[in-house]
């Protein structure tokens, strides 16, 4: 055999062997299915995109809180309208005179503050409201008010510039009440048939000049919402049916419609429209 064969040959097994102890080192080649190698202590594990949890609780202030925090209330009784007399003065009632287990949630003024959200809260927790409303701030912020009113929401009359009645001449309590329900009537397409005289003040030319203006009955209320908190006008610290809550549109008013919701729950009442008992 000549040299350079055997040197190639040489060549070969050399080469052959080198491969060989590569393999070796190497370990078994891995196959499809089999678990890929565990990364090195070194290099850390990918962290899991996080993601909202279903169970998360709204937050606090926010209107899903808000909507959250709604008693359940029991199916409000088919309404029995309250007899309304058919001729002399109407009534001045502090609760509507029904035994049905309902109350009634009224809120006032409109022109001092307008809470964003208060028209959606209405909305979505189904709060049967009655608005009382001086009719320069009904026309300022009509959209606000008519938000409230697509909800199911009653506008009815508190006068022009909100001043005190009582005392005033039958003409002046006349152009208060019956210029409200005018301007009113054009804002909201439907006239008032309730009448809350400010700061609760009035006298017998009040009543004549609301009937005259076209109003069935007057009304005061049984108690007062302010900030979040009920404010009783009897010793019972109780709301009773036919009862009347009156709050404002004030920065507070969430706080307040929902302290009145509880307040009317926890007495086992259901919230009811005021124009359903008195029409």
Same mark, same amino acid.
């Given at each position: 055999m000549s040299a350079t064969p055997f040197r190639r040959i040489l060549a /070969?097994?050399?080469?052959?062997?080198?491969?060989?102890?590569s393999a070796c080192a190497a370990g078994p080649a891995s196959h499809a299915g089999q678990t890929a190698a565990q990364p090195s202590p070194s290099t850390p594990a990918p962290t899991p995109s996080a993601s909202p949890s279903p169970t998360a609780r709204p937050k606090p202030g926010s209107l899903d809180w808000y909507v959250s925090q709604v008693p359940t209330f029991p199916e409000a009784p088919p309404p029995r309208p309250v007899p309304l007399p058919v001729?002399? /003065? @109407? =009534?001045f009632w502090h609760r509507v005179p029904t035994d049905q287990k309902v109350a009634f949630i009224t809120i006032d003024d409109g022109g001092l503050a307008r809470p964003p959200a208060v028209p959606d809260? @209405?909305?979505? /927790?189904? @709060?049967?409201?009655t608005m009382f409303l001086n009719s320069p701030a009904a026309e300022e912020y009509g959209d606000y008010f008519r938000q409230i009113q697509a909800s199911g929401g009653i506008v009815e009359n508190h006068t022009i510039r909100h001043n005190s009645l009582s005392g005033r001449s039958y003409g002046y309590q006349k152009e208060e009440i019956c210029?409200?329900?005018?301007?009113?009537?054009t804002l909201f397409g439907k006239r008032a048939t309730l009448?809350? =005289? =400010?700061?609760g003040e009035y006298d017998s030319t009040t009543i004549q000049a609301a009937r005259d203006c076209g109003a069935k009955a007057v009304l005061h209320w049984s108690e007062t919402v302010h900030e979040g908190k009920v404010r009783y006008q009897t010793p019972e610290k109780v709301v009773r049916p036919g009862d009347v809550l009156l709050m404002h549109f004030r920065p507070a008013l969430m706080d307040d419609l929902l302290a009145a919701l509880k307040a009317i729950h926890r007495a086992g009442l259901t919230p009811a429209l005021l124009e359903d008992y008195i029409r």
């Open positions: /070969a097994a050399t080469l052959l062997a080198l491969l060989a102890l001729t002399g /003065a @109407i =009534p809260f @209405i909305g979505r /927790a189904r @709060i049967p409201v210029g409200a329900a005018d301007k009113l009537e009448f809350r =005289p =400010p700061f």
